[in-house]
């Protein structure tokens, strides 16, 4: 099946530089795709899906009570980053969280960059992610956000942006490892020939990261995965990484506080927990503090956990971080904390909270998106220029009436890879989620590529899985260069 | 271990066990009914009687008709006890501990699950023996998957203990609805019907050619003596009893002939007066009583291995 025919369009191809010129990372790629049949093609991708139903890698769907599982649609062409742009990346991402991560300990701790201006305190108070049972906390090591899922996306013209941080619980790490599991099955050959850089060292990192935490002195602390439970959309990948790192996989029924520790329940008696990573929000976590009618988290947690006697990843309170108005600050965040330019842009913000933003935005709805500030996942969205005129005025009622919950920003319009249909390969938009791990000595990891998520409806902006959305293994091909090479890179892109 | 996740492996067990001995409560009557002679009255109720459940039965369904029995212990969505909603709480604790267990286990009990679901509503009553003996090869495998895929550890022992506990609980009753047959027409004792009727029951319980090779005759004393205290047999109660105490002592690393725990005692208790019973004298303090007594004092020790294991309180 031949790339004749696919037009990349007036889009940023990830794949193409024009009609039938492949980008010189893509081009053996394509070369052997094009060499396979319509039908191999066909075949390889439904055995890629099979081999991804077989081994578990599924998503819940909640409405329906049998516990339907389904898998994330998953197309075989791969999204391809050379490795000289990859590191840019890697090290615009190193920089934010570095920079964020500082932010959390200073808002927690004495709020200098609001004493000084930087960021109005009356945003950190009204934003929903700010916990005040948090302040004065010290998480080991300073660490806050030991894994972060941030999502990217690159414009027309190729500019990459941050779009969102994701600092509380980010998922979907659990498909970056198996898609490529299936796809070195799918095309071996490449794999062989290509230099694409591994992912699968990516639990061991984690449970590094985990095991730095625990309380000092202990010989071999006990680290846990907690979740919701299986009803949880993500419990794959809850089950799936605790299996991967050899650890208890553990609901809050599991656990119990006694003699001041956190302890799980086992057949031998209470057993000592020295580490969790947890898979459930702040809210939920402890209902003695948080939400008391949470039945999901352990009563009286959150104590051990300010008494130092158990280590939570990530930090508590890292929400704030997550808020969208917040969120138009790290630009600034970057600059007051480490005196540096940031290297990854922001897509461009107004805050409706300012009277004069607010105002642009009122004006400009049809060409904007508006957020709410404290949502995520595609949730309490208006896609301006999709909307219709009613739509558009209830959204600006709603804007009006609490403006600080609204930020809104221009209309991307997303890079595109071709992905392959009934009979042909049509372009379609991907954003990018890398995972990066925190460690200690401020030794910051970043899984070589991330989770490729792809809008299968044509057309379509929306990456969602709730809404037709997909996913494609992320190549990073080439080697690295070396650290001048890096640095001109950076500066030509910043 | 977790106590929920050993609690899940053990419940895992028990349940994928249980459907498969519903499907053999049914098909031993759906034998015995091919062997009576035409005219006879179907007798449908002691199925359901075993089951402990006929109360439940006569509100819902009302008449037990063939249909009815079977509809409701195999397709019943709505009983808990029917083999849909075993296989369906089955998956469900496997699906909870997917980590724990083998890949292979999970798929295994999510066919099965799914193999039964796609068979409702019944099929033709003609198609029905065919579907039971699916049912008991798919817990089978599932069994032989177990073993020789998942690491003989704390969890696979708390896994057996699941299914050796319902085993010997389920072959108990199997021999109970041979009890009820018999009940209304004491007249055919010794009878070639009589005869017919044990060999459809060994025969379900897949006992048939084993009790061949230490009997030669069919008599309903050496039939309930291999069922309930055979020593070699895998589905006779005193063989499930002697492995679940292992089992349940490997878990504890008590040496055996001791206990530590209201489980083992329990147990071990129930164990010892089987190996030291005779048939005869079951026979005569009444089969019947004997094996309902049996019965309740599996629940205890489930109770106490609840108790024991799976309960933890926070002191």
Redesign the interface.
Known sequence: MRFDQYDPGDFYDELFVTQGQPRPEAALLTKRISSLSLEELHQRQQAAQTALF???VTFNVYSNN??TERILPFDIIPRILPANEWDWIERGLKQRIYALNLFLSDIYGDQKIIKDGVIPAELIHSATGFLKPCLGLKPPEGIWCHITGTDLVRDRDGQWYVLEDNLRCPSGVSYVLENRRVMKSTFPMVFNRMAIRPVDDYAGKLLGTLLDLAPAGLPNPTVVVLTP??YNSA?FEH??L??QMGV????G??L???DGYL????????SRVDVIYRRIDDDFIDPLVFRPDSLLGVPGLTEVYRAGRVAIANALGTGIADDKVIYAYVPQMIQYYLGEDQLLPNVPTYLCWEPDQLQHVLTNLDSLVVKAASESGGYGMLVGPHATPTQREEFADRIKAKPRNYIAQPTLCLSRVPTLFEDHFAGCHVDLRPYILYGKDDNIYVNPGGLTRVALRKGSLVVNSSQGGGSKDTWVVGHTLSQSQTQTQTQSQS | MLSRVADSIYWLNRYVERAENIARFIDVNLNLLLDSPPGTQQQWNPVVLTTGDLALFKERYGEATAENVVQFLAFDAEYSNSIISCLKAARENARSVREIISSEMWEQVNTFYHQVKDASPAPQLAGLSEFFSEVKMSSHLFAGIMDATMSHNEGWHFGQLGRLIERADKTARILDVKYFILLPSVQDIGTTLDELQWIALLKSASGYEMYRKCQHRITPQEVAHFLLLDREFPRSVLFCLLQAEWSLHEISGTSTGRWTNPAERTLGRLRSELEFITIEEVIQGGLHEFLDQTQSRLNSVSEKIFETFFALEAV
């Open positions: 077989k081994l578990g049998e516990g439970g299986m419990y089950s799936f605790a299996q208890e996989l553990v609901e029924r599991d119990v506080v006694a302890q799980m329940r086992t057949t031998k008696g209470l």
